[in-house]
């Protein structure tokens, strides 16, 4: 799934996204609201060469000066700025009523050190630009006094931002803000995504369920439909009293007469029943026509009286003979003739 699928899916189940959305909002503007803004200052610090040079001696024999002359003002400040960064010094920080967390850096290739401060509160951030200031001054001046300068021999500094423009910041606000938007949007994307996936998983389900049971009717469908009743044909209808054609007798025993509609199917009964009765008017067939051979074979002088033929048991009203009573019959016959079949 690429993000163009995941961006529709989410736009289809807008009913699950939507609301997912506006909590994560509500959220942002919680955090907003509770979350207290921060204060920051600057400030900026400038170490300064002497303003003389130093003096010359009539001997010839050079005196002791300061050596930091000599290393530069861009390696003192790298000096100070590791000495006010010490973790001593900021707890002589925090002991005058400013945070900690301050931060010294040095510009390239300048002796220019910047102090950084964010605080809980405007106060706290103004009162800890003003000691990190005055640290840095002092650590100038103990950094030359065991060399003993002379007067315009010594490094001083010069303030060029004393940190007074504290300002509000809201930018750790927006960092909260930002993050629980983003882990919103991401749970409401999976939650898009994970019901999806369950209502597709339903949906298959019924449909499987439907086909099963559409399956289920057509088979028992298919098991109740049984085999027709034989249609007992004209000559049986026919076979009753003659009925007057016109007047209201007639119309009446017309009514009688005209069968009744055949059910669906029949029972498992009457089919057993039908079975039988088929079965016993193909053995009297066969009987009919083993007969009526044996007949025309035989000598007149010898020819007796033919075996009358048996109604089916459907036009005389009999009971149906089991399925093995043909061949009886047949044995019958032929002992009347005075042959015998052939097994």
Known sequence: ???????????????????????????????????????????????????????????????????????????????VQIAVSAQDVRTRVAALGGDPDYTVALVSRSSILTVDVTAADRSTAATTIQAVNKLIADEVARQQAGYEPKAGEQITTEVLDSGLNVTRSTSRVLRFQIVAAVIGLLLAAAAATVFDAVARRRAERRTAARRTRRAAGEHTGRAGVGPRRADPGPAAIGSGPAVPASGPAGQTAVAARTPSPLPAGPTPAEAADQATVDHATADQATVDQATAGQATNARPTNARKPVPAVAPAARTGRRPQPPGSGQHALFTAARRAGETPDR
Do not use: C, F, H
């Open 1 to 79: 799934m690429d993000l163009l699928d995941l961006l529709k899916l989410v736009a289809r189940r807008w009913y699950v996204t939507v609301p997912a959305v506006v909590l994560t909002l509500a959220t942002a503007v919680a955090l907003g609201v509770s979350i207290t803004p921060e204060y920051k200052g600057s400030a900026a610090v400038v170490l300064v060469p002497p303003t003389v040079a130093p003096a010359r001696t009539t001997t010839g024999t050079p005196r002791p000066g300061n050596p930091w002359l000599a290393v530069g003002v861009n390696a003192m400040a790298q000096a």
